[in-house]
């Protein structure tokens, strides 16, 4: 089964998170610039976890949130920067 990545926000910030049987595996937190913009600001895999490809599905899930909502992403961890970078297809969301 493939994990799922859920989200939780409020009017300031959210978190894109994966949970493995109820406990949180991975998240990646992002605060909002506006009503245009989120700033993706962290994401963390928990040990144990490398490889599983959550911080790709996390950074996918962020991608698909921005283009419902028409706003842009800024990505400032290095991570999800990398991803972008990597994936010409999210371009649209930049």
């Not at 949180?24 to 040990?47: Q, R, Y």
């Not at 991570?79 to 649209?92: G, L, Q």
């Amino acid at each position: 089964m493939k994990e799922a990545v859920k989200l939780k926000t409020n009017d300031q910030n959210g978190l894109f998170y994966i949970e493995v049987d109820e406990k949180t595996e991975a998240k990646m937190t992002f605060i909002f610039a506006g009503t245009d913009k989120i700033i993706i600001d962290h994401t963390e895999v928990n040990p144990g976890n490398n490889g599983k490809g959550y911080g790709k599905m996390m950074v996918e899930k962020a991608v698909e949130f921005a283009r419902e909502k028409n706003i842009k992403i800024i990505p400032l961890c290095n991570f999800a920067k990398s991803v972008f970078d990597k994936t010409p297809t999210f371009k649209d969301v930049l």
